[in-house]
């Protein structure tokens, strides 16, 4: 058995609190909001996680020391806003070595940091890791079978959290590729904005299928210009969280797309989901990103056009079906 300190209550933190328990582990759960530790302690479950009861073995707290110190785990499961925020709280109960598991995902926007980045500079002394995949958090409180994968620094970690985490429905690889599945878990959210917007408008099978397969191309390149590897991108972080977040109406970002396809303003979709829509924080880092590594990401852009510039979502699809004739894969030779 290990003690883990879940550092957010969202609905993520809640899920993994409960599988956690299942596994045999002591759990505590911190959050900052006294609604959620009221909704936490008197209920056992959150407003938008119905269904998902924590055990009564289950420690909530408003305390930030109670839920770190002596835990021999955290996972840091805050939204990727405030991830540096908290991390910076956390700071002085932290202890040389102790394991910081990042389960958020994103990219903070004035230091183009992955939130691994963001972490490690804010508790240079800690051993961070990341969890990351296709993964709702409505299905996984429910035990309904998921795979991800855990990214770290050595072998010796990635394996320790890896026989933490795993159970008969929630199976578990392991990566040294941290970059590649941070930039993975982030940059689909946005693609997923993008594929939101096409149901909104209307579209069918076809445009779905073609913004998840363009935008793994993107993500791809920019994350292997980045140093992350092409197998990540083929992975659970890359195209397996990025189908799930496209196709799901358990995925928030997808449920403002449609709206803002339907005719919605940003912050009107964002009102009406009620929840972190996270692709829209991650979207202009993702072009500050783009931009910095000089990688060419057409569906990053529009989908930035039609966030914060006033373009509507029909012009922005107008305009990537325009763009200039090329190749699919500029590294394969013709016979002739």
């Keep these: ?17 409960v599988l956690l328990t299942n596994n045999g582990h002591q759990v505590k759960i911190w959050s900052a909001l006294e609604k959620e530790v009221e909704a936490l302690t008197k209920k056992r479950e959150l407003p938008n996680l119905l269904g998902v009861q924590l055990s009564e073995t289950i420690v909530v707290t408003k305390d930030l020391k109670t839920a770190i110190f002596e835990q021999d785990v955290l996972i840091l499961a805050v939204a990727s806003a405030y991830t540096r925020k908290v991390a910076h709280q956390m700071a002085e109960f932290i202890v040389a ?32 890791a990341v969890l990351s995949g296709p993964s709702h958090a409505e299905e996984v409180g429910k035990g309904i079978p998921t795979t991800c994968v855990v990214g770290a620094r050595t072998k010796e970690t990635a394996e320790y959290l890896q026989n933490i985490f795993m159970s008969p429905v ?27 917007i096409a149901d909104g408008l209307g579209y069918g099978d076809n445009t779905k299928a ?22 990540t991108f083929t992975g659970l972080s890359g195209i397996g969280d990025l189908i799930v977040t496209c196709a799901s109406m358990h995925s ?77 894969h500029s590294d394969l030779p013709w016979e002739l």
């Excluded at 070595?97 to 939130?115: D, S």
């Excluded at 990566?175 to 594929?195: C, F, H, R, T």
């Design 210 to 231: 073609a913004l998840i397969t363009r935008g793994i191309a993107e993500i791809a390149r920019l994350g292997m210009k980045m140093g992350g590897k092409l197998q």
């Design 170 to 196: 929630f199976r578990v690889y392991t990566s040294p590729d941290i970059l590649g599945i941070e930039i993975g878990g982030a940059l689909k959210n946005v693609i997923a904005l993008a594929a939101g």
């Design 1 to 17: 058995m290990s003690r883990i300190g879940i550092i957010g209550a969202g609905s993520w933190g809640v899920a993994l609190a």
């Design 97 to 128: 070595g102790q394991k910081v598991v990042n389960v958020a995902k994103g990219v903070e926007e004035g230091t183009l940091f992955t939130l691994s980045q963001v972490i490690e500079e804010e508790l240079p002394n800690a051993d961070v």
């Design 252 to 328: 928030r970002n997808r449920r403002a797309g449609i709206l803002i396809g339907q005719g919605r303003t940003m912050e009107e979709a964002m009102k009406e989901v009620q929840m972190v829509v996270e692709g829209v924080y991650s979207a202009r880092a993702a072009l500050g990103l783009a931009q910095e590594y000089q990688v060419e990401m057409p569906i990053i852009e529009q989908v930035n056009q039609v966030l914060f510039e006033g373009k509507t979502a029909a012009e922005a699809v107008t305009e990537l079906m325009l763009r200039d004739k090329t190749i699919e």
